[in-house]
């Protein structure tokens, strides 16, 4: 099976636009949820998806949402950039709604300039 | 706030010595799970526990779980120069597939 594909690899913005993030999950794993890693606050939970039903939401503001479609492939989008949302976003693709193992893939290291 | 809590942050060793990180979280847990991550990469799913396991065994990885103490601990054993990385525990929430990351413990080897 492929593994988690997160696109793009790398993008730089410039503060004040928007960007989205990209993510398919494993074949046949439903539960996909993002992640920000930053050298200051580390790994830190941004939202989840199951079924295209946001199940949990992190302590983000509202600049960040996302979204799962129907063939379980994931977006988020974070709007009016600012300096401090330069970090490696994450994606985890997990089988089951709970309790189970989550992948994740390479990442998307956004640098907002 | 993060759940997990890594020990020690920072590990260097000889190649072919034996690892061990250890992780403290604070509430209660299904699982915990332990990941992999090279130099600002993604992160490698090494093993899940759940909280019925006491020990775990992949390879040359050893993950014991103690839920009354709120700790696991992951075994590196014969560590090789690739196992050079950032190792981070992660809980879950209890209430999907929401995970709680430590902050890391950078395992350094050496050749």
């Known amino acids: 099976k492929a593994g988690v594909t997160q696109t793009p690899r790398y993008l730089i913005k410039t503060r004040g636009q928007q960007v989205t993030l990209s993510c398919s999950p494993i074949?046949?794993?439903?539960?996909v949820s993002w992640y920000q890693q930053t050298p200051g606050q580390g790994l830190q939970f941004l939202f989840e998806?199951?079924?295209?039903?946001?199940?949990n939401k992190g302590n983000f503001p509202g600049r960040f949402s996302g979204r799962q479609f129907s063939n379980s492939r994931s977006e988020m989008n974070v709007s009016t950039l600012e300096l401090g949302d330069s970090a490696l976003y994450l994606c985890?693709?997990?089988?089951?709604?709970?309790?189970?193992?989550?992948?994740f893939g390479q990442g998307t290291r956004l640098t907002v300039v | 706030s993060q759940q997990g809590e890594e020990d020690p942050q920072a590990l260097s060793i000889q190649e072919g010595e034996n690892a061990t990180m250890n992780c403290s979280y604070k509430?209660?847990?299904?699982?915990l799970q332990w990941y992999r991550q090279n130099s600002g990469r993604g992160l490698v799913h090494l093993i899940l526990?759940?909280?019925?396991?006491r020990e775990k065994h992949s390879g040359r990885l050893r993950v014991t779980l103690d839920t009354s103490k709120k700790s696991s601990s992951l075994l590196i054993t014969a560590s090789r120069a690739a196992d050079t990385a950032s190792y981070f525990c992660?809980?879950?929430?209890?209430?999907?597939?929401?995970?709680?990351f430590g902050t890391g413990t950078s395992l350094t080897v050496i050749p």
């Open positions: 985890a693709s997990s089988e089951q709604v709970m309790n189970t193992e989550a992948f």
């Open positions: 074949s046949g794993h439903r539960s």
């Open positions: 998806y199951f079924s295209e039903t946001q199940r």
């Open positions: 509430t209660s847990i299904n699982n």
């Open positions: 526990i759940r909280s019925n396991e």
């Open positions: 992660a809980t879950d929430s209890g209430t999907g597939n929401q995970f709680y």
